[in-house]
């Protein structure tokens, strides 16, 4: 499936993926990750 999406011709578009799996997450160049905070979620560029 990464694969499928890397492939993928953007032409100016943005391509979001949802996944949990690390694996999956670390094919891609940009990741905005979400982290669990008593006191509230943070969201962070990785």
Request: aromatic residues 6%.
């Given at each position: ?6 492939s ?5 578009r ?9 694996a ?8 905005l990750?979400?982290?669990k ?10």
């Amino acid at each position: 499936m990464a694969g499928i999406l890397e492939s993928l011709p953007t032409r100016g578009r943005l391509v979001g993926v949802v996944t949990h799996v690390e694996a999956l997450a670390e094919r891609f160049p940009a990741r905005l990750r979400v982290r669990k905070h008593p006191w509230g979620s943070r969201v962070e560029w990785a």
